[in-house]
């Protein structure tokens, strides 16, 4: 199994709602990362888990939360979101951070905030 | 620091030509190089990578790259386009530096 699930697909929310995006791997892979895409823009980088503990936080506004329950699993919960916040949100995964094994993606969250 | 260029936002190639996109790179260590493929509305495919083996590395969709550190490039190549190949690539260093992509048009 060489694949990143994240669910949901798309997801509208309101600026008041409380939502979570669900990252899952099955690769044994112990580094795992939320990063931001802008249309027409590459990937920034959000959020670094390594072995389960947040390890790189890009100074990214409180309202995105990570949670990593366990080595499979990367949460990112949703509160007060702005309208710039709309974007596709990808989810990765790499044996570990510093390996030169490159980044599994998943297909992302497409997110707009109404 | 380190950094990835990406040269030219869009490029495009006639079916069967020749696929040529330029990446080059800044880093003052050995770097790992990465390429990267987005098709419309999908997450990122990993192409190939570079991480200090051989200099020619081959990756799916026949596609292969050269790292020449004395011109600090990683450019990636196909021999013969396919419309299939139409989509953003995404040059890549080491901490995942990503460069600003490059948008491949196949024209029929």
């Known amino acids: 199994d060489t694949e990143v699930t994240q669910t949901p697909k798309h997801l509208v929310m309101g600026m008041t709602n409380k939502k979570s995006l669900k990252c899952e791997q099955h690769m044994g892979h112990r580094a795992m990362y939320w990063y931001k895409q802008k249309a027409k823009k590459p990937p920034e980088l959000m959020f670094v888990y390594s072995y389960e503990k947040l390890s790189i936080n890009e100074s990214v506004p409180s309202r995105f939360s990570p949670e990593c329950p366990n080595s499979s699993l990367l949460n990112l919960h949703l509160h007060a979101l702005q309208p710039e916040d709309s974007a596709l949100y990808l989810c990765a995964s790499s044996q570990e951070v510093a390996s030169g094994g490159g980044r599994y993606f998943g297909p992302g969250t497409r997110l707009l905030v109404l | 620091a380190q950094s990835v260029t990406q040269l030219g936002s869009h490029v495009s190639v006639s079916e069967g030509a020749l696929v040529l996109l330029r990446c080059n790179y800044s880093s003052s260590v050995p770097p790992y190089l990465f390429w990267y493929v987005q098709y419309p509305n999908q997450g990122l495919q990993l192409l190939l990578k570079?991480?200090?083996?051989?200099?020619l590395v081959k990756g799916i969709n026949g596609f292969e790259a050269e790292f020449k550190k004395s011109e600090t490039s990683f450019h990636l190549t196909k021999p013969s386009a396919h419309m299939s190949d139409a989509a953003e690539y995404f040059c890549?260093?080491?901490?995942?530096?990503f460069g600003k992509g490059t948008r491949l048009h196949i024209l029929p």
């Open positions: 570079y991480t200090s083996a051989a200099t």
């Open positions: 890549a260093v080491s901490r995942i530096i």
